[in-house]
T-cell receptor
Framework: SQKIEQNSEALNIQEGKTATLTCNYT??????LQWYRQDPGRGPVFLLL?????KEKRKERLKVTFDTTLKQSLFHITASQPADSATYLC??????????FGPGTRLSVLP | DTGVSQDPRHKITKRGQNVTFRCDPI?????LYWYRQTLGQGPEFLTY????????KSRLLSDRFSAERPKGSFSTLEIQRTEQGDSAMYLC??????????????FGPGTRLLVL
């Protein structure tokens, strides 16, 4: 079965720095990959999507890359702010629309 | 509010009791998913519906779990004879999938279940 690993469980960075979160998977590559943000006690919220034939996507301070050879996606938050503190989940989506979520990385941006 | 809603938000029950959760998706969405999430883990797929048809069910899902989506609108998830291991956050998500599009899921706030 597909196994997804994300960073370490928690990542602490200083405000203003770039946070880089990783999502590594085994086995076959998905049709596309998504990143979600989850705050404590709430459901995940969609942030970005990247297709298997795309290398990079950007949205404001967010950037995601996707390397199917390495079986890895990187998620960057530039000029990080304390409000960016949350758990970030990657989700692999396969044809047939089966979503597989990673365990998440808890990001803390320190002022 | 036109987002996904779930009821109740919290449920405490005794082992062996039955519980039922409700999810109201975004009205024009044709797909509805149920997930379970425990502390420090990502959402784990349980089952999903396209309109009123239940298309997939996780092999990990016990026979004590059943879900329905009558008329393709709201959905219910029932857990019979609850066990302490069922304690988790139960998340519902809905989406709209049409040919040529990529699917994005919109999650509800979740129902937190505690089995004593």
């Amino acid at each position: 079965s597909q196994k997804i690993e994300q960073n370490s469980e928690a990542l602490n960075i200083q405000e203003g720095k770039t946070a880089t979160l990783t999502c590594n998977y085994t086995n076959y590559s998905p049709a596309y990959l998504q990143w979600y943000r989850q705050d404590p006690g709430r459901g995940p919220v969609f942030l970005l999507l990247i297709r298997e034939n795309e290398k990079e996507k950007r949205k404001e301070r967010l950037k995601v890359t996707f390397d199917t050879t390495l079986k890895q996606s990187l998620f960057h938050i530039t000029a990080s702010q304390p409000a960016d503190s949350a758990t970030y989940l990657c989700a692999l989506v396969y044809y047939g629309q089966n979503f597989v979520f990673g365990p998440g990385t808890r990001l803390s941006v320190l002022p | 509010d036109t987002g996904v809603s779930q009821d109740p938000r919290h449920k405490i029950t005794k082992r062996g009791q039955n519980v039922t959760f409700r999810c109201d998706p975004i009205s024009e969405h044709n797909r509805l998913y149920w997930y379970r999430q425990t502390l420090g883990q990502g959402p784990e797929f349980l089952t999903y519906f396209q309109n009123e048809a239940q298309l997939e069910k996780s092999r990990l899902l016990s026979d004590r779990f059943s879900a329905e989506r009558p008329k393709g609108s709201f959905s219910t998830l029932e857990i019979q004879r609850t066990e302490q291991g069922d304690s988790a956050m139960y998340l519902c998500a809905s989406s709209s999938l049409w040919r040529g599009t990529q699917e994005t899921q919109y999650f509800g706030p979740g129902t937190r279940l505690l089995v004593l």
